[in-house]
């Protein structure tokens, strides 16, 4: 058998006595349930042996699953990992090398946060009107509605305005204005300190390092969680590099997965990745992957939410 279903998760949080209870996510006990669901219906399987069976050196069987846990969230460490080991199961963390060596929020998570505090016509208004205060000053920016009909096209998963507000502040805009933006916009509706909230959402080094003792795989995730296929060619060699060098206390080097942040790579992505020794890809395309059909550095996955129809 060639076929392996890999769920991906984000947070799983006790999501209705969190501080934050609109934020997407699991909650603990649809994990635990989940996770009994697919241990009766799966082989569970770890990053070596899918490593090991891509090499030829075992066999999957016939119903084979793998847990992906992105962004290096300290929830994963408190809430998912102790039940991993109840199960005697194992995980594969993609952590972000920025989470724990700066102490600073990515822009996914401070996008999240926003959206989880404030309604979303309001997140809407307010950047419209910090679009025409910036535009003209040292940044070109489209109008408005240009940007709003570009952008605002829904996903599966969120309906047109929440992409636009996501877009708008993942890449749309330069770095540096996206960057000041989302920072207003966290410090009026969030408002609290980044670092402080750096600290409580993401693992330690140490949670990390203890994560691999544990059994668990650790792998890669950008260093600053970008949009790869949005950077220049040496701004993505960069960050690739930036991610290796902070990952690599956790990783070996013959077993070196990418997971790409946002699902966002290209053929120079591919062809960088292949140079620094990467065996293996993960995407956010949605499917079951394939390990003699599809090509090892886009394997699909399937997103928690969607188990049970797939
Ligand atoms: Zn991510």
Redesign the pocket.
């Known amino acids: 058998m060639s076929r392996i279903k890999i769920i991906m998760y984000h947070y799983v949080r006790d999501l209705p006595n969190s501080r934050y209870p609109k934020i997407k996510g699991m909650n603990i006990v649809d994990f635990k349930k989940q996770l009994g669901i697919l241990i009766n219906a799966y082989k569970i399987i770890s990053m070596d042996e899918l490593i090991a069976a891509i090499n030829g050196e075992i066999q999957l069987s016939e119903n084979s699953a793998m847990l992906t846990f992105?962004?290096g969230y300290i929830d994963n460490y408190t809430n998912v990992l102790p039940i991993l080991e109840e199960n005697d199961c194992t995980g594969s963390f993609f952590i972000p090398g920025k989470t724990f060596t700066e102490h600073k929020l990515l822009d996914?998570n401070k996008i999240h946060y926003i959206l989880a505090c404030a309604d979303k016509k309001d997140i809407l208004s307010d950047l419209f009107e910090k679009l025409n205060f910036y535009r003209g000053q040292e940044y070109a920016i489209q109008e408005n509605d240009e940007l709003y009909d570009q952008y605002a096209v829904p996903s599966r998963l969120d309906d047109a305005e929440t992409i636009f507000i996501k877009r708008i502040l993942q890449n749309a805009l330069p770095e540096k204005l996206r960057n000041k933006i989302a920072s207003e916009l966290f410090e009026k509706y969030v408002g609290v300190d980044e670092e402080k909230m750096a600290y409580e959402l993401y693992m330690t080094e140490d949670q990390v390092l203890s994560m691999k003792r544990r059994g668990m795989y650790i792998g890669l995730?950008g260093y600053d969680?970008y949009w790869l296929e949005k950077l220049s060619e040496d701004e993505m060699k960069k960050d690739i590099d930036q991610a290796i060098n902070v990952m690599s206390p956790f990783m070996e080097k013959d077993k070196l997965v990418f997971n790409y942040?946002?699902g966002s790579y290209n053929e120079r992505v591919l062809k960088y990745i292949t140079e620094k020794g990467i065996l293996l890809g993960l995407t956010t395309k949605r499917g079951i992957a394939d390990i003699a059909k599809d090509p090892l550095l886009e394997l699909p996955r399937i997103d928690c939410v969607d188990v049970a129809m797939e």
């Open positions: 992105d962004d996914v995730h969680h942040p946002y």
